[in-house]
């Protein structure tokens, strides 16, 4: 009949190995998985800002459209043909038209940019 080792003795002995063993391990698992969460989160900064900045791009072209648009209108003076004044204007619109709500270009769109 082979010895009967009690199992704390085993715990003794096999603790510290565990430890010079498993201590590298874990240690590398840890950075890896920080290393790659902070890539992730710089990765996802990016991708905000540049969406942020073609927000901007598209809300400046839209007011530049409007404002040339609208200034060309009032520096002519004159009522396009087909319309007779303001309220058959209304009118012909018709009720199911809804108007579309004006686009408003921040001043710091991209102040805060760092590269």
Do not use: C, W
């Not at 498993?22 to 900064?45: C, D, F, M, Y």
């Not at 991708?47 to 598209?58: K, P, Q, S, T």
């Not at 303001?86 to 018709?94: F, H, I, L, N």
């Amino acid at each position: 009949m082979p010895p009967v080792i009690p199992p704390f003795l085993v715990g003794l002995v096999v603790a510290p190995l565990a430890k010079r063993l498993l201590k590298p391990l874990v240690r590398g698992v840890v950075k890896t998985s920080v290393g790659i969460v902070l890539e992730v989160k710089q990765a996802a900064h990016e991708a905000g800002e540049n969406i942020h900045d073609l927000a901007a791009e598209v809300a400046a072209d839209m007011v530049a459209a409007q404002s040339s648009g609208d200034g060309h209108r009032a520096a002519d003076g004159a009522v396009p043909s087909g319309s007779s004044g303001g309220k058959d204007e209304a009118a012909d619109r018709g009720e199911s038209d809804v108007r579309t709500p004006k686009i408003r270009a921040t001043a710091g769109a991209g102040a805060g940019k760092s590269n």
